[in-house]
């Protein structure tokens, strides 16, 4: 079997897990959805190649970095910077500071416990306020009194003949108060839309918080990979595209990226000392390969994840597909099969197990 070998290193990186917010954990070794896409993305691929993967490395240490995380919020509250947005209808971030909140206790509207960084546009934050306290008073009022006037109504025509010419007029009334109701809802929704809803839509509260990333330090990689004879060349000929493996400041160094022909066996091989995998799932049940404890016995379980590999469309957003792998740093094959084979790579004897 021909696949490309890639041998690369890092000085540090993040795999990111998702759903990790504050701090950016990161898995052992890059997943396959982020080694698949950079390599699509190296090749200039806007469709996807099917291939398989089998990633294997280790790392030195783990650490991590702090930083400072900004973060616009959708809404308004008394807390970081007061700040309205310069372009709200692009893609811009840029933002005009109109207020910062200097203790727990801030008030934007009130001024209570802030520091004012422009005093017209806070003025106009406080009016629209004022405002819509004003539109929602009104709001209420005049529904309580079209609902008291429908009341007194329906209490008239109670006990009346329905086919009475008082009785028919009744009717007309509520239903020319709900008419009168429809109409001056609708134009409310339309005043406050354009004078409240658009312009107070461009104020929003910034925060700053620490954030942390795990990061992972002096990594080592080799990634095998089964596709057809095309993909792997143009992979092959447009690895020095490749430029980083997780976030863009990720840097990778290409050690070797070369075709190898991998071979059967029908003997006891085990993992080289220091590396770790994922291996396939499937496999490791159908005991096609071992994951080893620290003293070489089989081991029945070990670090279960449900991996991202790649994806399709669905109503204009990213499904991906999911595979199964045992994370193992020590692990064996009595025999090779479809998915496990054998490789070297200097003196490491490679079991090359794709997912």
Do not use: W
């Not at 398989?52 to 809404?75: A, F, R």
């Not at 339309?190 to 918080?209: H, L």
């Not at 596709?227 to 020095?240: A, G, H, M, P, R």
């Amino acid at each position: 079997m021909k696949v490309l070998r890639i041998v690369l290193k890092q000085s540090s990186a993040n795999y990111r897990k998702a759903g990790t917010i504050d701090n950016k954990m990161t898995y052992p070794l890059p997943i396959p959805a982020t080694v698949i896409g950079a390599l699509h993305n190296i090749c200039g691929y806007t469709e996807y190649h099917s291939m398989d993967i089998s990633i294997q490395g280790n790392y030195e240490s783990i650490s991590k970095d702090m930083y400072k995380n900004i973060t616009v919020l959708n809404t308004v509250s008394d807390r970081g910077k007061l700040v309205k947005m310069a372009g709200p209808d692009t893609i811009s971030n840029a933002y005009i500071e109109v207020a910062e909140a200097v203790d727990d206790n801030a008030n934007f509207l009130k001024e209570i416990n802030i520091k004012v960084k422009n005093k017209e546009l806070l003025e106009e934050f406080k009016n629209l306020k004022v405002l819509k306290e004003r539109l929602d008073g009104e709001k209420k009022k005049k529904i309580e009194e079209l609902k008291k006037e429908k009341k007194e109504l329906s209490d008239k025509k109670k006990g009346l003949d329905k086919k009475s010419n008082e009785y028919k007029e009744l009717i007309e009334k509520i239903e020319n108060l709900k008419i009168e109701e429809d109409k001056y809802l609708k134009d409310l929704k339309e005043y406050e839309n354009k004078n409240f809803i658009e312009p107070y839509s461009q104020y929003r509260t910034i925060v700053k918080k620490p954030m942390f990333y795990e990061l992972l330090n002096n990594i080592f990689l080799i990634l095998h990979i089964k596709s057809d004879e095309q993909t792997l060349k143009d992979i092959e000929n447009n690895i020095f595209n490749l430029q980083s493996l997780g976030r863009s400041e990720d840097f990778v160094e290409v050690i070797e990226c070369k075709i190898v022909e991998l071979q059967e066996f029908n003997q006891e091989i085990k993992s080289s000392e220091g590396l770790t995998a994922y291996l396939n799932y499937n496999d490791f049940q159908e005991e096609k390969i071992f994951n080893l404890d620290v003293d070489g016995n089989t081991a029945k379980s070990g670090t279960k994840y449900y991996l991202d590999k790649d994806y399709k469309i669905v109503d204009g957003k990213r499904e991906f597909r999911k595979v199964i792998a045992l994370y193992s740093n020590y692990f064996s094959a009595n025999k090779s099969s479809e998915n496990v084979k054998l490789d070297k790579y200097n003196d490491l004897n490679l079991l090359v197990n794709f997912i």
